[in-house]
């Protein structure tokens, strides 16, 4: 079975996507987060098409070879909602099992929250439900925040400065953008060949700004009260994975999230995995993303 290149017209948007199954099979999508691209989804759309589903990872706005708009607002999480309905249109789709890793978990929570009845059953890889991650790490303006996710938490304060960051993250053929992908317990997880396509991508003008504008752009209070991540309670079936040695989100939110979810919820701790799961745990998370789908009673059916 062979992954296919293609496009997708949404929301204004041309998108690069990669996809796999057949095109009568129920869609599944899943949805990069930085500094990635829909690559490190490889893995799990052979997978899944194997499984009896059509695949499809698209290069979000501003990633790898989808457009890549100019300006702060057009990385405002309002956009990224309406890209993703967009993309399900585009699909041809009513409903899609919806999943994300990173940044696409953040910006999949706010549209499953936002959109439940086009989701069949959401999974996110590392990132927990996004109002206990902003009260965790003091985005919401709360009076606790848990001083552990704080200092995981620390390393955005550079993504915010403009240009600076730029400069810091691609100076000496990129060595800090790199040393990202070395992030964790699992080093060696995301090969080179990987990570030198992710690095030349970032490369091009104004395309590492545009990735650093989904955290300037929504990762503020201000942008936390305008647009509430999350308004109403998760109903979809919904699959949680986290590593428990990740190195950017720790416990506090992970455990907090089981109250936020209204439909059924289960949480899968990976002992020992860090923050690259879809690279570090490729046949685990495949064969758990399978079952969280597939399963006829998590799904009512």
């Known amino acids: 079975m062979n992954i296919e290149k293609g496009r997708l017209q949404a929301n204004g948007i041309s998108f690069s996507v990669l996809a796999a199954g057949g095109r009568d099979r129920p869609v599944v999508l899943l949805l990069h ?3 990635e691209g829909k690559e490190s989804w ?9 499984a009896g589903w059509r695949a499809v990872a698209p290069d979000l706005r501003g990633y790898g070879g989808t457009d ?6 057009a990385y405002a999480m309002p956009h990224l909602v309406a890209d993703i309905e967009g993309l399900i249109s585009a699909l041809g789709e009513d409903q899609v099992d919806l999943v994300g890793h990173d940044w696409g978990s953040l910006v999949g929570w706010t549209f499953v929250s936002r959109n439940p ?3 069949r059953s959401w999974t996110s890889l590392s990132v927990p439900h996004p109002v206990a991650l902003a009260e965790a790490s003091g985005l919401d303006g709360g009076p606790a925040p848990d001083p552990d996710q704080r200092a995981r938490s620390s390393y955005v304060g550079l993504f915010h400065l403009p240009v600076k960051a730029e400069e810091v993250l691609l100076a000496d053929d990129a060595q800090r953008l790199r040393a990202l992908y070395r992030f964790g317990p699992s080093p060696d997880a995301i090969g080179t060949e990987v990570t030198d396509g992710f690095v030349r991508a970032f490369e091009r003008p104004g395309r590492l700004t545009a990735a650093l504008n989904y955290y300037r752009a929504n990762l503020k ?6 647009y509430p991540p999350c308004p109403r309670p998760i109903i ?9 040695q990740d190195p950017a989100l720790g416990r506090v939110a992970v455990e907090r ?3 936020m979810v209204e439909g059924p919820y289960r949480l899968l701790v990976l002992e020992g995995a860090g923050h690259w799961l879809q690279f570090e745990r490729a046949a685990e998370v495949s064969r758990a993303i399978v079952d969280h789908i597939s399963s006829p009673a998590l799904r009512g059916q």
Do not use: I, K, S
Request: charged share 20%; glycine share 8%; proline share 15%.
């Open 117 to 119: 009845r086009r989701v």
């Open 33 to 35: 987060g930085f500094p």
């Open 68 to 73: 890549a708009p100019r300006g702060l607002e």
């Open 221 to 226: 209070p201000a942008a936390y009260a305008a």
């Open 257 to 259: 999230t089981a109250a």
């Open 236 to 244: 979809p079936p919904t699959l949680l994975l986290w590593g428990d």
């Open 42 to 50: 490889e893995p799990q759309l052979m997978a899944l098409a194997e």
